[in-house]
C-alpha cells in the first residue's frame, strides 16, 4: 500500500527544494533548449529516482519519465 509522506520542515518544502521547483521544471519542457543547468539538473535527479523505482520490479517497470521529460532529458545528456 501506497502512504503519503509529507515533510514540512521550513519554508523550503520536501527534501529542500522550493515548491515552484516542479512548476517550473513542466513549463521549462516546453522549451528543452532553453532548460537552465539547475532544471538540467533536477531531470537527472528524477531520471535516477525513476530508474531505481523501475529496479524494485513488478509493477513498478511501468513508472517512466513522461515523454516531454524524456526527449529534455536527451538534450541534456547532449549537452553535458
Do not use: K, W
Not at 32 to 40: A, E, I, K, N, V
Not at 55 to 62: I, P, Q, S, T, V
Amino acid at each position: 500500500m501506497f502512504t503519503s509522506q509529507r515533510i514540512t520542515n521550513g519554508p523550503a518544502g520536501q527534501h529542500g527544494r522550493s515548491p515552484d521547483g516542479i512548476a517550473e521544471l513542466r513549463r521549462g519542457l516546453n522549451r528543452p533548449s532553453q532548460l537552465t543547468d539547475g532544471h538540467r539538473q533536477r531531470l537527472l535527479e528524477l531520471a535516477q529516482r525513476v530508474a531505481r523505482i523501475q529496479a524494485l520490479g513488478g509493477e513498478y517497470c511501468r513508472v517512466s519519465l513522461s515523454e516531454h521529460a524524456a526527449v529534455a532529458l536527451e538534450g541534456a545528456a547532449a549537452v553535458s
